[in-house]
């Protein structure tokens, strides 16, 4: 096309540009908010960042982690101030001795009875009575054992000797005549014969006669 046929009145880009300018560079005049708008973008960018990033912190720092979220209220610390410790139990009070049992008292003997005492007996018998030990079927020389242990009781007057005949009793037994009861009861304890074998009897020597048929136990 030659610029005869150019439909166009002629421009500032027709005028050749002075040697050295950039070719075919067409910049329309800028406003001023074209040039200052990228600048308030950027610092709204930023500032947005600045925020979200406080947020991000703060709330990492305040959220509570899964163990101490699954804690009870009473566990969790309060915020801002450390969890204080539970008191430390108290030690129990040393607790008193209970005190020791009383040793039970002694308690004292029951008095003796006269009626089996020996001590007592002696002293109610007449050591100076005629006291006769005959043997009718005991153990050879167990009249001798009697008489031995009244002798060493203080009896004076005793005597030892074989039954004559047969006295017909089947266990050792004690005769005493009247007024000899208390002599015979201590005899008869002397030389180990029960009570109830003790009886009031006529006889023809002595005031208390012995008619042993099974061995003596002598009193120590």
Known sequence: MSKSDYPYAPDEFDVPAPEG??????????????KTWPFLLVAVIFAGLAVGGVAAISGGLGQKSPAEADKPAAEQPADGAAAEEPPAAEEPADTEEPPAAEEPAAT???????????TALLAAADKGAYVRVLNDGGPAGEART?????????FTKTKAEDYPGDSGL??????YT????ETATAVAAILGIPAEQVTQAQVREGDVVVVVKSALAPAS
């Open 170 to 175: 089947t266990a050792t037994t004690v005769w």
């Open 146 to 154: 009697g008489k031995d242990a009244l002798d060493a009781k203080g």
């Open 178 to 181: 009247e007024n000899r009861k």
């Open 108 to 118: 004292e003997e029951p008095p003796a009875d006269p009626a089996t005492d020996l």
């Open 21 to 34: 300018a950039p070719v075919g560079v067409y910049r329309a005049p800028r406003s001023g908010w074209s």
